[in-house]
């Protein structure tokens, strides 16, 4: 199972931030946050990810709570082609191999008009 | 290559005939996944492989599937006597480690008719 929980859509104006949240009550100390998206039939793509900080790239923010049991992901300006699915998912630890299984939720189906 | 590459991108085959998907990974990418996606689902982890290590098989939904990955680069998926349930598009990621996140292929449409 999931252990984030998303809301199922959304709407944002375009030229708006679009404020993405989610929970992750349960994350380890140790576990990353990611964040990735996918636009109608094209694979994910890969968006953004933090463990405390708050993170900022080309695409997008990522603001983590300090307690870390949520986050909301940012795209400053939103356009139509960031019309997708976003999912948040919270990175099983997998030790000292540095990858791991992403286990993908329902996401959040971001609408902009 | 400069991506993950998948072959074929698109299959149709005969129910109870086996099928073989292959995927190309990102050179030096030393983690490969595969996911699959039902029509208008979420994604599904099916196996991981990392290096040497044995894979994590733990996603794979019966014995008909399997799956290899020869020499630490290309992988193959393949599916024994299919099923009209196994109709999904398969996708294939590759990742160099965990700060880069997974890179997609476009995925394999298998149709079981």
């Known amino acids: 199972d999931a252990k984030t929980t998303q809301p199922p859509s959304m709407d944002c104006a375009e030229g708006r931030a679009a404020n993405l949240p989610c929970n992750h009550s349960?994350?380890?100390?140790?576990?990353?946050v990611y964040w990735y998206r996918q636009i109608h039939s094209q694979g994910p793509q890969y968006i953004i990810h933090g463990l405390k900080n708050n993170e900022t790239n080309e695409m997008a923010s990522l603001i983590i709570t300090e307690d870390r049991k949520s986050s909301t992901l940012i795209l400053p300006h939103a356009t139509l082609r960031d019309t997708a699915v976003y999912y948040c998912i919270v990175r099983v630890d997998e030790g000292s191999s540095n990858t791991g299984k992403l286990i993908f939720g329902q996401g959040t189906t971001l609408q902009v008009k | 290559g400069a991506g993950v590459s998948q072959s074929p991108s698109n299959k149709v085959t005969e129910k109870g005939k086996d099928v073989e998907l292959r995927c190309d990974p990102i050179?030096?990418?030393?983690?490969l996944y595969w996911y699959r996606q039902s029509l208008g689902q979420g994604l599904e982890f099916l196996i991981y492989f990392q290096g040497n290590s044995a894979p994590d098989k733990s996603g794979l939904p019966s014995d008909r599937f399997s799956a290899e990955r020869t020499g630490g680069s290309v992988s193959t998926l393949t599916i024994q006597r299919t099923q009209q349930e196994d109709s999904a598009v398969y996708l294939c990621?590759?990742?160099?480690?965990?700060?880069?996140?997974?890179?997609f292929g476009s995925g394999t449409r298998l149709t079981v008719v």
């Open positions: 990621a590759s990742e160099r480690g965990q700060e880069h996140g997974y890179t």
């Open positions: 349960t994350i380890s100390g140790n576990e990353y």
């Open positions: 050179s030096g990418h030393t983690a």
